[in-house]
């Protein structure tokens, strides 16, 4: 399926209605902060059963055909790193394999009720909040984050038409709204869909990385 990528430069900002902006372009106010890692070699380190905010994924590089895909899988809770190997066996947030044949790490979210879509989460932990990102590191480096699931109607894989796209410029970076790129699946064959909604499973952020070495993720609950 052709991807319509979102563009995410610090030219363009989004607000959100209700959230006062600080000078970085986030809104203010408490938050779950993420950051993701990129980096050269594998980690070997187990990264379970801790209060970790951080997710190491692999680097890449900016040059053509430099990128690298890594997993982020995706599992329905109050937000929590549940592994932050993304290159070993994946783990949830009670140190059980996801899977045999699942690598990479995963990252535990309620489902958001804050967006209007055509198949909404319907039980487990739900939250309304916005989702907001930037790239950091050094300059030059960049990355796409695509929200996929398996459809277990169609027995096939979906990943949404919108993306994540950061790009680490020179000077100041300041956070995008990215939160349907990030908690939707836009594009299916039933329209939009939430994460963690009915017919639906294996939900995972693929990070395409070309040689971005910090990404940084905030979570807002919606007042």
């Given at each position: 399926m052709k991807k319509i990528v979102l563009l995410l430069v610090a030219a363009v900002l989004v607000s959100t209605p209700g959230l006062a902006q600080t000078g970085n372009g986030a809104p203010?106010?408490?938050?779950?902060?993420?950051?993701?890692?990129?980096?050269?070699?594998?980690?070997?380190?187990?990264?379970?059963?801790?209060?970790?905010?951080?997710?190491?994924?692999?680097?890449?590089?900016?040059?053509?055909?430099?990128?690298?895909?890594?997993?982020?899988?995706?599992?329905?809770?109050?937000?929590?790193?549940?592994?932050?190997n993304g290159f070993d066996t994946a783990y949830?947030?009670?140190?059980?394999?996801?899977?045999?044949?699942?690598?990479?790490?995963?990252?535990?979210?309620?489902?958001?009720?804050?967006?209007?879509?055509?198949?909404?989460?319907?039980?487990?932990?739900?939250?309304?909040?916005?989702?907001?990102?930037?790239?950091?590191?050094?300059?030059?480096?960049?990355?796409?984050?695509?929200?996929?699931?398996?459809?277990?109607?169609?027995?096939?894989?979906?990943?949404?038409?919108e993306n994540a796209v950061l790009m680490r410029f020179k000077g100041k970076q300041t956070f995008q709204n990215v939160t349907s790129a990030l908690t939707t699946i836009q594009g299916t064959l039933l329209g939009s869909v939430d994460l963690f909604a009915p017919g639906f499973t294996d939900f995972v952020w693929q990070y395409d990385n070309f040689g971005l070495k910090l990404a940084q993720i905030r979570f807002y609950p919606t007042p």
């Open positions: 203010s106010g408490s938050h779950y902060s993420l950051n993701i890692i990129g980096v050269p070699k594998g980690k070997t380190a187990t990264m379970t059963g801790s209060d970790r905010h951080t997710i190491f994924v692999a680097l890449g590089s900016n040059s053509k055909n430099g990128d690298v895909l890594s997993n982020i899988w995706l599992t329905q809770g109050p937000f929590q790193v549940c592994d932050g949830d947030c009670n140190q059980t394999p996801l899977g045999s044949n699942k690598l990479g790490a995963v990252f535990q979210l309620p489902c958001n009720i804050g967006l209007t879509v055509d198949v909404p989460c319907v039980s487990g932990d739900m939250l309304d909040y916005t989702v907001w990102a930037r790239a950091l590191g050094q300059p030059g480096g960049n990355s796409t984050i695509t929200t996929c699931a398996f459809d277990v109607v169609d027995n096939t894989n979906v990943c949404s038409t």
